[in-house]
């Protein structure tokens, strides 16, 4: 994976001898666009993402839904749609959709985002799920 180097999250936790998350940066002079390192690397992150269970990319030209949307599809894995549950989502594109659309002033109870009728209809979920975030924390 010599398009990505390794970096450090003070949150993550190491299960036996593999980190969860496995943070990864653009190396100096590589290319910053997550498709085109998804498609050259691809193999390489899936084994990755078997072995720690979740990637986190950053520092990548990720800057928008369609941006977003062209990683999650270098990855070459069958699009699902969301399943109506409990909370407002609004879908952005073929693959994208919000996280909840509640108003802030809103109480959320407690939820796991793999509900046990979307895991059981559709087991590939559990492995191929992506999370993005175009809006930075402000934690």
Known sequence: MGAFIEGNLAEAKFIGDDIFPKTLLPSAGSNRSLAKLVIAERESLIAALRRHRALLFRG?????????????????WEAYEIVPGSTTRVKLSERIYTANEASVDLFINFHHEMSLVICLTNPRMLL????????????
């Open 60 to 76: 990548f030209d990720v800057t928008s839904v369609d941006d977003f949307e062209r990683a999650v599809e270098a990855f070459e």
């Open 128 to 139: 191929d799920n992506f999370r993005g975030c175009l809006v930075t924390s402000r934690l």
